[in-house]
């Protein structure tokens, strides 16, 4: 699986494009694959830093692979999160439209056992994919993160999205974190001089 990622790579970026195109002229259809060609070329460096680097024996790739990236999981996922968005899209929606749950923003800290680099990547762009909630620092195993309200960070909380990422990277299923909500950090009066202003 190691060595077909960046085919893999190369038809979804092919076929994003076919999407944003929506024309199968000849040259659309040549710039396309010129494009996905030379962005998944640039993206090997990318791709080891966060998978790893494909090993030399064949044996070896194969049992990387298979630890690193479950597909049928990987699957599972992506649905799972692709259902999130709405309602989290609804709940900020009404935080903003309804005077009765006033928006309560916060910074969030909690520490995960997710042990790849690609799980915590994952992970932090999954948090910011959501509406709602956004990543603002990983820094190890411990996430920093900013929500609308409290209940933005509930998936976080009860371990739900770190649990179906750590099956599609075979890691031990993650124990619901503490996590460490601080909405004063937001409230504190912010000085000119740190902005650069006068």
């Known amino acids: 699986m190691t060595r077909l990622r960046a085919p893999v790579l190369f038809v979804l970026l092919l076929g994003f494009w076919m999407l944003l195109s929506w024309r199968l002229d000849p040259l659309f259809v040549v710039m396309g694959v010129g494009s996905a060609a030379l962005v998944t070329w640039l993206s090997r460096p990318l791709l080891d830093a966060v998978l790893g680097a494909p090993p030399e024996d064949e044996d070896r790739a194969v049992e990387h692979a298979s630890r690193h990236v ?14 999130r968005l709405p309602p989290a899209g609804l709940h900020i929606l009404r935080v903003v439209l309804d ?8 910074v969030a800290r909690f520490r ?45 909380a009860n371990a739900a999205t770190q649990r ?24 504190a009066p912010v000085d000119p001089d740190d902005l650069g202003g006068r």
């Open 70 to 83: 479950n597909l049928w999981h990987l699957l599972r996922y992506s649905v799972w999160l692709i259902g």
């Open 99 to 106: 005077p009765r749950v006033p928006p309560r923003p916060g």
């Open 112 to 156: 995960t056992n997710l042990s790849s680099p690609a799980a915590r990547t994952m992970l932090a762009t999954s948090i910011t994919m959501v509406p709602g909630t956004m990543t603002l620092d990983v820094d190890g195993d411990e996430f920093t993160i900013h929500a609308f309200t409290p209940t933005a960070v509930a998936d976080l």
């Open 164 to 187: 179906r990422i750590a099956k599609v990277f075979g890691d031990p299923p993650d124990d619901p974190p503490t996590i460490v909500w601080d909405e004063r950090r937001l409230q």
